[in-house]
């Protein structure tokens, strides 16, 4: 069993920075995947970035060149940097997981159904 705990949202201007931050129970680079969503009321969860095992990312489009996805797997912990904030990134945002003894496939990925673990979100509020 992971556990993942997000901290790091609030609210801010847009143009501004927050750096979100997600900690994991067990090792991160034993995970297969790891990932950040989020999700505004009445809408789909979204998948903003992924990291797979060996370090490949990816991201939506709508967020590619403003956020960067990290991990410090010394301390278990996935980062979310995301600048140039803007209204629409307002969300709660969702930190995943996928850990597996034997991973077949180690790329990100944004569909949810191949995350097994999920935090509980923090709230990121962008006023403009």
């Known amino acids: 069993q992971v556990q993942l705990v997000e901290s790091g949202g609030g609210s801010v201007q847009a143009g501004g920075s927050l750096r979100l931050s997600c900690q994991a129970s067990?090792?991160?680079?034993?995970?297969?995947?790891m990932a950040w969503f989020r999700q505004t009321p009445g809408k789909e969860r979204e998948g903003v970035a992924g990291?797979?095992?060996?370090?490949?990312?990816i991201y939506a489009d709508s967020v590619k060149g403003r956020f960067t996805i990290s991990r410090d797997s010394a301390k278990n912990v996935l980062f979310l940097q995301m600048n140039s904030l803007k209204p629409e990134d307002a969300a709660m945002y969702y930190c995943?997981?996928?850990?597996?003894?034997?991973?077949?496939?180690?790329?990100?990925?944004?569909?949810?159904?191949?995350?097994?673990?999920w935090g509980q979100g923090t709230q990121v509020t962008v006023s403009s």
């Open positions: 995943a997981a996928f850990r597996s003894l034997n991973c077949l496939s180690v790329s990100p990925s944004f569909d949810r159904g191949q995350y097994s673990y």
């Open positions: 990291i797979g095992k060996y370090g490949r990312t």
């Open positions: 067990q090792y991160t680079g034993s995970m297969c995947r």
